[in-house]
Structure formats: C-alpha cells, structure tokens
C-alpha cells in the first residue's frame, strides 16, 4: 500500500520556475514506475512526464519537453517535477501517479496524489 501526497504548486508567473514534490508512503516505493499527470479546467487529464523504478529512463510529453525535469531520490521516497520556463499554458491541477499493476499505464487501479494547483499568471 502506498499513499502519494503532492505539494510545491502555486501562483507563479510566465517564465518563473516551480519544484513539485509527491512524498510516497511504504517501504515499497522503488518498486514502482511513477508519472506526473496534469488536469486543466474543461480539459482531460493528460500526462506529463514518467520515470522507471530506478531512475534512468524518463518520457515526457511533447509540451514541457525542454522545460521540466522528471526526477526520484527512493532513499526519500520522493518524486519531483522541475518545472522551467513556466507558461500559462501549464496552469493546472498537477497528479502524481504510481504504476501499482506494472501495466505500464496508469488508471483508478494504481496509486493516485490528490494534485496541487499550478497557475501560470501572464
């Protein structure tokens, strides 16, 4: 069982940078692959960026490539998105996810944060 709880959002301005943080209960977050969602008003939820177990391989989506930093530090339990260059565009509500079934995706079966608002002001 592990309990994904997200915070480092806010009010920001076009350009400004941000550090999302999702702190990971349990003994076994290592184990899993762990993604960045993101959710906008009227909008679906669409992914950000995702990182294997160990590190090393990461994905991001064609959007923030360039601008954020999908990151782990498992001696932290900790996840992190380092978001740079910052554009309204990004204003949204920002989920941590954890691949609890290994399916490589991630749905209501997996490990889900409650998100945290980021607003990109103009």
């Known amino acids: 069982q592990v309990q994904l709880v997200e915070s480092g959002g806010g009010l920001v301005q076009a350009g400004g940078s941000l550090r999302l943080s999702c702190v990971a209960s349990?003994?076994?977050?290592?184990?899993?692959?762990m993604a960045w969602f993101r959710q906008a008003p009227g909008k679906e939820r669409e992914f950000v960026s995702s990182v294997r177990w160990a590190g090393g391989r990461t994905n991001y989506a064609d959007s923030v490539k360039g601008r954020f930093t999908i990151s782990r530090d498992n001696t932290k339990n900790t996840v992190y998105l380092q978001m740079n260059s910052l554009k309204p565009e990004d204003t949204a509500v920002y989920y941590c996810?954890?691949?609890?079934?290994?399916?490589?995706?991630?749905?209501?079966?997996?490990?889900w944060g409650k998100g945290t608002l980021v607003t990109v002001s103009s």
């Open positions: 349990g003994r076994t977050f290592s184990v899993y692959n």
């Open positions: 996810a954890g691949d609890r079934d290994y399916s490589g995706t991630y749905s209501a079966n997996d490990y």
